[in-house]
């Protein structure tokens, strides 16, 4: 995937922070994410997308979605492997730990 699709994409997930809910999880607004991440509190999405990109060359991103899961912030994302299987990954938007990593069935 090239900069720009991948840029592009960044900038739509942006936009789709908050959309989805989470049992237990608290979705967190545009605003509230950009503070968090301005503030130092939480990771840039660019730079948790190149961690994965690393871990799953040629994935496409699906989905991402930040939220605050018992206490901590949690970048939840959907990426599309090459091999056109379904990875849904949990991070910890702090540290950039990966939490879970599961293949959606």
Known sequence: MS???RFTAVGLML???ALNSGAGADDLD???ARALREQGHIL???QILTSLYQRYPGA???EVDLEREDGIYVYEVELLTREGRVRELE???SSGQILSDEEDD
Do not use: G, K, N, R
């Open 3 to 5: 900069l720009i699709p």
């Open 15 to 17: 936009v789709c922070l």
């Open 30 to 32: 545009q605003d509230l």
């Open 44 to 46: 840039p999405l660019e």
């Open 60 to 62: 496409s991103l699906l």
């Open 91 to 93: 991070l910890d938007a």
